[in-house]
């Protein structure tokens, strides 16, 4: 999964959930169902960018809530 804005670092990430920002994540592609609750892995930069980060997190209603790990 990704996050709607496209963090650069898995710092960049964690520094705006604990911030409190609200980060959505989405499935991108269409190829499986979106998921919006439950744990999830997270990668990034946005294709076509090479990912050089991936993490997990919790979601609810398509948005994290908790700590990024």
Request: net charge positive; aromatic share 12%.
């Amino acid at each position: 999964m990704y996050c709607t804005r496209n963090f650069k670092t898995k710092k960049a990430l964690k520094e705006a959930v604990a911030n409190g920002e609200q980060v959505e994540v989405y499935q991108p592609g269409g190829f499986f169902p979106s998921q919006t609750d439950g744990r999830v892995g997270i990668e990034g930069p946005h294709y076509p960018e090479a990912h050089t980060w991936w993490a997990n997190a919790v979601i609810r209603d398509g948005i994290i809530v908790g700590k990024v790990r």
